[in-house]
């Protein structure tokens, strides 16, 4: 993986602390000009990776970035899947039927679960999982996506239905299909590193919330260093800001200083916050490389 990821949520009206700044950001980046301005800034400073959920706009941006190979040459897309609020509101516009069909190339399927349940339809649960996959990973067709994060409202829902088989059928999928490496966000880091243990999924790339004030890190602060020193995963630590609660030098020198921690994620409005936020990682980080073990 690379070192520094840049997210998205800053672009669709996502802000964990405040509506008021939620909603400013969603008005001012309705235009898709506003939108690639600022990925442009990052790639200019250097950052390589967009990752980004499957929300229907980030196919605007496929689009861009396909049309200028040039100009993006060497960007990758670490997908996020699925964007829950799409199929939510096709629910809401279509009815339950006709949006299993909007998102599910196959017709038999569907069927299968009208005509006998859900009970009769479990054994193509792995067929519909793969299908729903492909479906979200149409969007980037050509692109680079060396890995592909399971979102985390999914995956902390199969851990509350112990569904965790699901895990392995996501993790398969992806490696065959696509080539790339499986990654798994979520709230309860502890829970998921037993479950992913649970059905042999090794050394996983999972992203959570890691940051000096425990900010939505389900288990606590202590349990999060214990777990990230000593499990064998591939930590992404997200909300490492405690989404603006921290300074962020102070943010960045928690998370960056911990040396198994392999990539971090972060979103910023402002080119200027963009620039400042690596420069802040590339110091630390060669401050820390510098210094023997």
């Known amino acids: 993986m690379e070192r520094i990821l840049f997210g998205d949520n800053q ?41 980004c959920t499957t929300q ?40 339950l039927v006709n949006a299993m069909r909007k998102f599910m190339p196959s017709g038999n399927i569907v069927g299968t679960l009208m005509k006998g349940g859900l009970s009769l339809a479990r054994k193509d649960m792995k067929g519909m999982a793969e299908l729903l996959i492909d479906g979200e ?62 059905v042999g999924v090794d050394n996983p790339i999972v992203c959570a919330s890691i940051n000096k004030l425990g900010f939505r890190m389900c288990g606590g602060l202590e349990a999060y260093e214990r777990i990230v020193g000593k499990r064998r995963f591939r930590p992404v630590a997200m909300s490492v800001f405690g989404s603006g609660a921290i300074a962020a030098r102070d943010a960045l020198e928690y998370v960056a200083g911990q040396e198994k921690i392999e990539a971090i ?3 910023a409005s402002s080119i200027e916050n963009i620039r400042k936020t690596k420069a802040i990682i590339d110091d630390i980080d060669r401050v820390r490389l510098a210094v023997p073990a």
């Open 137 to 198: 990973m149409k969007m980037f067709r050509g692109l680079e996506t060396p890995v592909i994060f399971l979102q985390n409202v999914v995956t902390d829902l199969i851990l509350g239905l112990g569904m965790h088989e699901a895990f392995s059928v996501f993790a398969d999928h992806v490696r065959t299909k696509y080539k790339a490496e499986p990654g798994f966000i979520t709230m309860n880091l502890p829970r998921l590193l037993d479950a992913l243990d649970e």
């Open 11 to 51: 672009f669709f009206g996502v802000n964990h602390m405040s509506e008021e700044k939620a909603r400013a950001q969603s008005v001012r980046f309705s235009d898709m000009k506003a939108i690639l301005d600022v990925l442009d800034g990052a790639y200019d400073s250097g950052i390589r990776v967009f990752m």
């Open 265 to 267: 994620v972060f979103g």
């Open 56 to 95: 229907d706009r980030v196919e605007e941006i496929c689009d861009h970035v396909r049309s200028n190979p040039a100009r993006y040459a060497g960007l990758q897309f670490y997908p996020c899947m699925p964007y829950a609020h799409k199929y939510a509101n096709a629910v809401t516009e279509h009815g």
